[in-house]
């Protein structure tokens, strides 16, 4: 969901914007609002969106975690404007590792203005990059990833060996009571990853796998929340799990949902009720002060009972920083559970968001 949702920032980034040019930012619609292979590409008309991609390395010294996103918002200048110099589109990219070795994050992160040979998001298919950072969708149908930072390169083929997913109904997911409070969303979890990766002077093969999440929205939170928690889980069976919940203030879960898709394709959606999130353990940061919850059992109501996974992460200190760029801190790791892994979102847990 995510996680991802740094959007918070970017949203305020875009109220800054001059009053006479503001504009109305579209609702993505309840019917059908997902279309393949046409929304692997930008939506530049919605407020904003993203390309998330999460995964596991097998490497020389043991299994490390990887984040490769790309957000796009737009800005609040009518396309009427007739200025070259009007931005109209923020990119921005995070990019980070998670090697039990090190112990933290190693990470980067960029901000750029659409044109100008800066960065751009292709509207026909996934083709989006901040100078030399890309995330491009190739003919076969796989995906193309290179990000260069101080500490680490990542440069890898993510190829799919199952179909979309289309979360909620049909790619409408609601996202709080607000039937306004909704994205368009898809994933594409399972991909089969083949690749280098570089540190120092360094450079090994590697293999894993990952998953990409595609979403796009102009309006998500509900203003009494102040955080969410999401999941997506590759699990070794062929199956793929998605959970996600809002809290507010008091940590009440203010929405939920998500999904359970077996390795047949049968696909269970969960609706607000159907999901729930259980502390087993918190780890505090030493630099902000903030606790989260990295150790949980995620319950999910099925036909056949209650399943439950417990979440345990590769290490603790997975917090991500992004006040460079203007966004929040939180907490986004490489998990494990019995029979699977994947990834887990914290957000807010360092304190309220601002909508």
């Given at each position: 969901m995510r996680r991802r949702w740094l959007f918070v920032t970017l949203l305020a980034m875009a109220g800054s914007?001059?009053?006479?040019?503001?504009?109305?930012?579209?609702?993505?619609?309840?019917?059908?609002?997902?279309?393949?292979?046409?929304?692997?590409?930008?939506?530049?008309?919605?407020?904003?969106?993203?390309?998330?991609?999460?995964?596991?390395?097998?490497?020389?010294?043991?299994?490390v975690g990887f984040q490769v996103t790309f957000f796009r918002t737009r800005l609040p200048f009518d396309d009427g404007n007739p200025s070259r110099f009007a931005a109209r589109q923020l990119i921005l990219a995070h990019v980070a590792l998670a090697d039990p070795a090190v112990g933290h994050l190693e990470h980067g992160q960029r901000l750029a203005r659409e044109g100008f040979g800066l960065a751009s998001a292709a509207t026909t298919d996934t083709d989006v990059s901040i100078d030399d950072w890309k995330l491009v969708r190739v003919a076969d149908g796989s995906f193309d990833t290179r990000v260069v930072t101080g500490d680490f390169t990542l440069d890898l083929k993510l190829a799919p060996t199952q179909a979309p997913l289309l979360q909620g109904d049909r790619g409408y997911s609601r996202k709080g009571p607000d039937a306004d409070e909704a994205s368009a969303y898809f994933s594409v979890?399972?991909?089969?990853?083949?690749?280098?990766?570089?540190?120092?002077?360094?450079?090994?093969?590697?293999?894993?796998?990952?998953?990409?999440?595609?979403?796009?929205?102009?309006?998500?939170?509900?203003?009494?929340?102040?955080?969410?928690?999401?999941?997506?889980?590759?699990?070794?069976?062929?199956?793929?799990?998605?959970?996600?919940r809002v809290r507010d203030a008091s940590g009440r879960q203010m929405w939920a949902g998500g999904s359970l898709r077996d390795a047949g394709g049968a696909l269970l959606v969960f609706g607000?009720?159907?999901?729930?999130?259980?502390?087993?353990?918190?780890?505090?940061?030493?630099?902000?002060?903030?606790?989260?919850?990295?150790?949980?059992?995620?319950?999910?109501?099925?036909?056949?009972?209650?399943?439950?996974?417990?979440?345990?992460?590769?290490?603790?200190?997975q917090e991500l920083d992004t006040r460079p760029t203007g966004g929040p801190v939180y907490w986004e790791g490489a998990v494990r559970v019995d029979g699977g892994k994947g990834y887990l979102e914290l957000v807010g847990y360092g304190g309220k968001l601002r909508p």
């Amino acid at each position: 969901m995510r996680r991802r949702w740094l959007f918070v920032t970017l949203l305020a980034m875009a109220g800054s914007g001059l009053a006479g040019d503001r504009v109305a930012y579209p609702r993505v619609p309840a019917e059908a609002p997902v279309v393949l292979p046409r929304d692997y590409g930008a939506h530049p008309g919605y407020r904003l969106e993203w390309w998330y991609v999460t995964g596991w390395l097998d490497t020389r010294t043991g299994p490390v975690g990887f984040q490769v996103t790309f957000f796009r918002t737009r800005l609040p200048f009518d396309d009427g404007n007739p200025s070259r110099f009007a931005a109209r589109q923020l990119i921005l990219a995070h990019v980070a590792l998670a090697d039990p070795a090190v112990g933290h994050l190693e990470h980067g992160q960029r901000l750029a203005r659409e044109g100008f040979g800066l960065a751009s998001a292709a509207t026909t298919d996934t083709d989006v990059s901040i100078d030399d950072w890309k995330l491009v969708r190739v003919a076969d149908g796989s995906f193309d990833t290179r990000v260069v930072t101080g500490d680490f390169t990542l440069d890898l083929k993510l190829a799919p060996t199952q179909a979309p997913l289309l979360q909620g109904d049909r790619g409408y997911s609601r996202k709080g009571p607000d039937a306004d409070e909704a994205s368009a969303y898809f994933s594409v979890p399972h991909l089969s990853v083949t690749g280098r990766l570089t540190r120092g002077s360094q450079t090994e093969e590697v293999r894993g796998t990952a998953w990409l999440d595609r979403e796009w929205s102009s309006n998500l939170l509900n203003p009494r929340s102040v955080g969410w928690d999401w999941a997506g889980l590759n699990m070794d069976d062929g199956s793929a799990l998605t959970v996600f919940r809002v809290r507010d203030a008091s940590g009440r879960q203010m929405w939920a949902g998500g999904s359970l898709r077996d390795a047949g394709g049968a696909l269970l959606v969960f609706g607000p009720d159907d999901v729930r999130f259980e502390t087993r353990r918190a780890w505090r940061s030493p630099r902000t002060g903030a606790s989260y919850p990295v150790e949980t059992t995620l319950s999910v109501a099925t036909p056949s009972g209650t399943k439950r996974y417990r979440v345990r992460p590769l290490m603790d200190d997975q917090e991500l920083d992004t006040r460079p760029t203007g966004g929040p801190v939180y907490w986004e790791g490489a998990v494990r559970v019995d029979g699977g892994k994947g990834y887990l979102e914290l957000v807010g847990y360092g304190g309220k968001l601002r909508p």
